[in-house]
Nanobody, 126 residues
């Protein structure tokens, strides 16, 4: 399984960005996907995840109500819509995949993933 995150960039505080995580090598129908971020000097933070079934989603408290995760299995892509961005959201965002089985419930914000992709930088200016 290969993952590639894209869509990062520079945005002003209060603005929005949509990140994409394109998955190749396997069908997304079998994998839960998580988004994580890590800023220089800070610990890694798992911010969101979505089940292979697509109807279970979870968010960290720091992004709840502002970020929305979704998936398009036909395109083998998972999205992270980020609204009301804050300077503290500045980070490198990456996605990861964990085998879950066909259209299963549940996903993890604890990092229980098997494959990780390269990140995309999000910079939020004040």
């Amino acid at each position: 399984v290969q993952l590639q995150a894209s869509g990062g960039g520079l945005v002003q505080a209060g603005g929005s960005l949509r990140l994409s995580c394109e998955v190749s090598g396997e069908s997304l129908d079998y994998y839960a996907i998580g988004w994580l971020r890590q800023a220089p000097g800070k610990e890694r933070e798992w911010v969101s995840c979505i089940s292979s079934r697509g109807d279970d989603t979870y968010y960290s408290d720091s992004v709840k109500g502002r970020f929305t995760i979704s998936r398009d299995n036909d395109k083998n892509t998972v999205y992270l819509q980020m609204n009301s961005l804050k300077p503290e959201d500045t980070s490198v965002y990456s996605c990861a995949a964990g085998y879950a089985g066909y259209h299963r419930a549940g996903c993890s914000l604890r990092g229980d993933y098997d494959w990780w992709g390269q990140g995309t930088l999000v910079t939020v200016s004040s």
